[in-house]
């Protein structure tokens, strides 16, 4: 079992940053691939980034190239998502979630361990 607890959320106006963390605890950190989904009101859940265990491969979806960053310091026991030029589409509330695979990181049905996500909200 692992537990994941986002943080950083808030609201923000667009152009800024915010930066998410999702602290894991339970079974080593290291053992999971990690992902950043979100979901805005009346929308399904999207992929937003992905990291491989070691941090060495990170994926992302079209809408956020360029713009957010995945990262993660398995000392720590932390994944990050730096999310910079933010838009009002990208309001959302984040979740991270943590799986044992790697077959792909875009598909939410891959990861076993969801957080209770966290709200960003980002004004025009």
């Known amino acids: 079992q692992v537990q994941l607890v986002e943080s950083g959320g808030g609201l923000v106006q667009a152009g800024g940053s915010l930066r998410l963390s999702c602290a894991a605890s339970g079974r080593s950190f290291s053992s999971f691939v990690m992902g950043w989904f979100r979901q805005a009101p009346g929308k399904e859940r999207e992929f937003v980034a992905g990291?491989?265990?070691?941090?060495?491969?990170?994926y992302y979806a079209d809408s956020v190239k360029g713009r957010f960053t995945v990262s993660r310091d398995n000392d720590k026991n932390t994944v990050y998502l730096q999310m910079n030029s933010l838009k009002p589409e990208d309001t959302a509330v984040y979740y991270c979630?943590?799986?044992?695979?790697?077959?792909?990181?875009?598909?939410?049905?891959?990861?076993?361990?969801w957080g209770q996500g966290t709200q960003v909200t980002v004004s025009s």
């Open positions: 979630a943590a799986s044992w695979e790697s077959r792909n990181y875009y598909d939410g049905r891959m990861y076993a361990y």
């Open positions: 990291i491989s265990w070691s941090g060495g491969n990170t």
